[in-house]
């Protein structure tokens, strides 16, 4: 949850920042001085704080990979191969169902043997 909240908040961040075209009416004197960030702007802080979400973002994602690679490791077992031999005694124990009156008639339609090699005319 803290990851989704890091980056919707970093989005959230580089969407309200300004592009660089937006600060050439400041460079020659438009009132930017009065503002709350100084007369450099909110440029430098956004990108401050635009940072450390990045870095949170990332510092979490890793932390959620490292995570999810550990769980994994936890619950598999020590070889794939061990995982098949289980799968297969699994199927044969398993008893074979008896066909159903549907199957039969399917099986009965059938056609094997040499018929099946002729076309159908």
């Given amino acids: 949850m803290l990851h989704v909240v890091f ?7 580089i969407l309200i920042q300004q592009g660089k075209g937006a600060a050439a009416g400041s460079a020659f004197g ?43 490791h ?7 191969l061990d995982n098949v031999a289980a799968l297969s005694k699994a199927q044969h124990k398993q008893t074979k169902t008896p066909s159903t ?4 008639a399917i099986d009965a339609l059938s ?4 018929a099946a090699d002729k076309p159908v005319k």
């Fill in 30 to 72: 438009a009132g930017a001085s009065g503002t709350v960030f100084g007369s450099k702007g909110a440029g430098s802080f956004m990108l401050k704080i635009t940072a450390f979400f990045g870095l949170l973002f990332f510092v979490t994602s890793l932390l959620l990979t490292h995570m999810a690679t550990s769980q994994k």
């Fill in 7 to 13: 980056a919707v908040a970093l989005i959230g961040l």
């Fill in 74 to 80: 936890t619950t598999q077992k020590d070889s794939l």
């Fill in 111 to 114: 056609v094997t043997g040499p």
């Fill in 101 to 104: 009156g549907a199957q039969k």
